[in-house]
């Protein structure tokens, strides 16, 4: 049985997306430029071993690393050696363990919060890897690394109410899909605003995924029937020559900011802009409700796209009907001071 794929024949061949190459090209054209940006800036540091880190950025870039991951890593780098070469150090070969320590030092005393500081650790230590492959410096610089103590936050799920409030606002055919689809498959915001119409399966209520905003795997998530309804009124007015499910005025896709914006419109709209809600957690809710209705830890990590089960856990910490149900069974037992409340804290 044939599937009900959402195509435009004058635009699509089957279930490959014809803008495909086109697309690709201009991603690369965008990691070229990225790349080449990143390459002036080093030019223009007066750094004596700058050879090493120009080699590293080729080396990212050779690996296929996305644009906002060469940004990432040269922004870490870029703050490290500076440090280190205003500190007298005019080789990487001098590098040492309390280099690194003056780094992490020198960004909590600018305030940078301890998510920030350990992610460019991290690119830091990426970039000390590379060296030792290279033989510039020493194996003991990672022997034994840096760690820090980084905070456990649970996961911000919006309220059932809320969300009640929230899409009684949404008088916009086109936010309401991406909202509702967002809320219903749980994906990255990034992940939808890529999605392409070729990508969306009606018939089984299904998307796919090519490749995950994170992991860089592909995965199937499914929506909702009150999702459906809002996509299919999306399709039936939406520029059918568009190959993106949603798209901007002039691009080929719905860039995140616009998006955040209107989502915070409709926050406004609805009295919660103080609430401190999110596109993201839109995706907590999403595991957080799922949970709620029993659907097995394994399952929901692979719906979430999440690499390791230990993240997916976190929402167990944020909601557990059945930990609740028996704390407020084994609580009542106490509070009637039944035949078994003497016995209620052997444990």
Not at 44 to 65: A, P, V
Not at 117 to 144: D, M, N, Q, S, T
Request: aromatic letters at 10%; one cysteine or more.
């Amino acid at each position: 049985m044939q599937r009900n794929r959402l195509s435009n024949s004058d635009y699509f061949s089957g279930p490959v997306n014809r803008f495909q190459p086109i697309i690709q090209a201009q991603q690369l054209s965008y990691r070229q430029k990225t790349l080449g940006r990143i390459l002036e800036k080093i030019s223009q540091h007066d750094f004596s071993d700058k050879f090493h880190f120009e080699q590293y950025m080729r080396h990212k870039y050779r690996r296929n690393c996305k644009s906002n991951t060469l940004k990432q890593a040269a922004t870490s780098l870029l703050q490290f050696l500076t440090l280190f070469h205003d500190a007298g150090r005019m080789q990487l070969e001098q590098l040492s363990r309390e280099d690194l320590e003056v780094f992490v030092e020198d960004m909590q005393d600018r305030g940078l919060k301890p998510n920030t500081v350990h992610c460019r650790l991290r690119g830091v230590y990426a970039f000390v890897h590379f060296l030792i492959e290279h033989k510039v410096v020493g194996y003991e610089l990672i022997e034994r690394k840096i760690r820090l103590k980084l905070p456990d936050r649970l996961p911000r799920a919006i309220d059932s109410e809320d969300i009640h409030l929230l899409l009684s606002v949404i008088d916009n055919t086109r936010d309401r899909a991406l909202i509702l689809l967002l809320l219903r498959t749980g994906m990255r915001i990034g992940e939808l605003l890529n999605v392409k119409v070729d990508d969306v399966d009606l018939q089984d209520q299904k998307i796919l995924i090519y490749q995950a905003d994170k992991t860089g795997e592909g995965r199937v998530v499914y929506y909702s029937k009150d999702a459906k309804l809002a996509l299919s009124a999306w399709l039936s007015v939406r520029d059918p020559k568009k190959a993106q499910l949603f798209y901007g005025q002039g691009r080929q896709s719905l860039c995140y900011e616009a998006a955040r914006s209107r989502f915070n419109m409709y926050l406004q709209k609805a009295g919660l802009q103080y609430r401190g809600y999110t596109l993201h957690c839109l995706r907590h809710t999403f595991a957080t409700d799922l949970l709620n209705a029993r659907i097995p830890l394994e399952c929901l990590r692979v719906l979430l796209g999440h690499g390791s089960l230990e993240i997916t856990r976190r929402y167990a910490r944020l909601t557990d009907k059945t930990r609740e149900e028996e704390y407020f069974n084994a609580m009542e037992r106490i509070l009637k001071g039944g035949p078994d409340a003497d016995n209620q804290y052997d444990c």
